[in-house]
Nanobody, 127 residues
Framework: QVLLAESGGGLVQAGESLRLSCAASGLTISRPAMGWFRQAPGKEREFVAAISRSGASTYLADSVKGRFTISRDNAKNTVYLQMNNLEPEDTAIYYC????????????????????WGQGTQVTVSS
């Protein structure tokens, strides 16, 4: 079974940084395309960032562009979300997800494109 385990969430003040990690195991496809989503109270789940299988292509939501960076370490089967200059509006549960897309340089931007999801990690940013 595919298991995605997020870590790195916590409570920080506005302007500070966090680095989220997502470790994958039991993958049905090697080095899958991965993404990060988040869901705040009273809001729908929204796309945050995506990275292709090769790592050559990335895509960030406008709300986090310039502040967040997505990267991967294939040797560790791990995807990272570096979050800098955090804002209270970033407060949410953050989820990582794995896609079955086969192309090496495609980024997946929508929830239906992801087959497996992690349990989520809470990020809280105080003002």
């Amino acid at each position: 079974q595919v298991l995605l385990a997020e870590s790195g969430g916590g409570l920080v003040q506005a302007g500070e940084s966090l680095r989220l990690s997502c470790a994958a195991s039991g993958l049905t496809i090697s080095r899958p395309a991965m993404g990060w989503f988040r869901q705040a109270p009273g809001k729908e789940r929204e796309f945050v960032a995506a990275i292709s299988r090769s790592g050559a292509s990335t895509y960030l939501a406008d709300s986090v562009k310039g502040r967040f960076t997505i990267s991967r370490d294939n040797a560790k089967n791990t995807v990272y979300l570096q979050m800098n200059n955090l804002e209270p509006e970033d407060t949410a549960i953050y989820y990582c997800a794995s896609s079955s897309v086969s192309a090496e340089n495609v980024v997946v931007l929508t929830s239906p494109g992801y087959a497996y999801w992690g349990q989520g990690t809470q990020v809280t940013v105080s003002s």
